[in-house]
C-alpha cells in the first residue's frame, strides 16, 4: 500500500509540478550550470542511494555536510532554493524509482560515520529512506553537530519504525509541509 502511495504522489507531483520543476531548473542553470546535483547517501541496507536535488552550491564545492562548507559557496539562488525547500523536490525522481519513499529516515551522508553506525546497531536501515522524516519535524532538518543530534536522530528514526502507520506518515507529510511555509526559516 505505502508503495503505492509513494509512486502515486510522486507521480502526479512530478507532474503537476513540472512547470516549477523547469523554471527553477532554468535559474540555476543561468546562475552555474548543471542545475541537478547527485549525492551518494546510505541507503536501504546500507546500499548506495544517489540522491537527486537542485544544485544550491558551486559546481567544485566539496560534498559534504552543509555546515562544513563555506557560506560564499552557496549561490544566491541556492539561497532561495533552501529556505523554500524546493530544491528537495527532485527527490520525487527517487521516489518514483523506489529508491526512497516520501516518509522515513532521511539518508545520511556516507561521510556521516557516527550517525551510520548509531542507525546500523538500531536496524534502521531496515526501511526506506524519505524526503522528509520524524527528525524533520522536529528540529533536526540539516547538519549534525554533536553526538546529542545523533542520538536524537536516531531516536526519532527508532520511535518512527516502531510506529508505523499510514496516519503517522500522512501527520508528516502535513508537519512538513507547514514548516515549509509557516515554520522557523533558517537562512543560507
Request: charged share 20%.
Amino acid at each position: 500500500m505505502i508503495r503505492s502511495f509513494d509512486f502515486c504522489f510522486a507521480f502526479f507531483g512530478l507532474l503537476l509540478l513540472s512547470p516549477v520543476l523547469v523554471m527553477v531548473a532554468f535559474l540555476v542553470w543561468l546562475e552555474g550550470g548543471s542545475p541537478l546535483f547527485f549525492q551518494d547517501r546510505v541507503g536501504r541496507h546500507q546500499k548506495p542511494l544517489k540522491l537527486v536535488k537542485f544544485r544550491t552550491m558551486r559546481q567544485g564545492t566539496a560534498s559534504v555536510a552543509t555546515h562544513l562548507v563555506d557560506a560564499s559557496a552557496i549561490t544566491f539562488v541556492g539561497r532561495l532554493l533552501r529556505y523554500s525547500k524546493l530544491d528537495e523536490l527532485p527527490q520525487l525522481w527517487n521516489v518514483l524509482c523506489g529508491d526512497m519513499s516520501l516518509v522515513g529516515p532521511r539518508p545520511g551522508l556516507q561521510s556521516q560515520v557516527e550517525l551510520t553506525l548509531n542507525r546500523e546497531a538500531h536496524h534502521v536501515y531496515e526501511v526506506k529512506p524519505g524526503i522528509t522524516g520524524l527528525a524533520q519535524t522536529k528540529g533536526y532538518r540539516g547538519e549534525i553537530k554533536s553526538d546529542e543530534d545523533i542520538v536524537n536522530r536516531v531516536k526519532y528514526d527508532i520511535f518512527y519504525i516502531k510506529n508505523w502507520s499510514f496516519l503517522l506518515d500522512v501527520k508528516i507529510i502535513f508537519q512538513t509541509v507547514w514548516l515549509m511555509v509557516f515554520g522557523d526559516k533558517k537562512a543560507y
